[in-house]
């Protein structure tokens, strides 16, 4: 069983940016996929932004060129930066991976953006 524990979520101001850190108990060298998801109220969860093993990398339309993905595989760990963040950012976040064919998510963080 694959363990992953978000952190960084909050409330920010909007144009304000954002730091939150994925750490998986299994070393994510090997993982098919990672990244995040968010969920806000009333609505589905939507991919925010995911990278695969191949090092190509997906976002989300609305947090193209304000968002970052990134990894390091020495502490297990997948990080999301969002910048210039608006309302419409507050959700719950949550990290995915996909280690062989089981998919494993996080508890989530909540990020609420103010206006």
């Known amino acids: 069983q694959v363990q992953l524990v978000e952190s960084g979520g909050g409330l920010v101001q909007a144009g304000g940016s954002l730091n939150l850190t994925c750490r998986s108990s299994?070393?994510?060298?090997?993982?098919?996929?990672i990244g995040w998801y968010r969920q806000a109220p009333g609505k589905q969860r939507v991919l925010v932004a995911i990278?695969?093993?191949?090092?190509?990398?997906t976002y989300e339309d609305s947090v193209k060129g304000r968002s970052t993905i990134s990894r390091d595989n020495a502490k297990n760990t997948v990080y999301l930066r969002l910048n210039h963040l608006k309302p419409e950012d507050t959700a719950v976040y949550y990290c995915?991976?996909?280690?062989?064919?089981?998919?494993?998510w996080g508890q989530g963080t909540q990020v609420t953006v103010s206006s």
């Open positions: 299994k070393n994510t060298f090997g993982v098919n996929t």
């Open positions: 990278g695969r093993k191949d090092g190509s990398v």
């Open positions: 995915y991976a996909l280690y062989g064919h089981t998919t494993y």
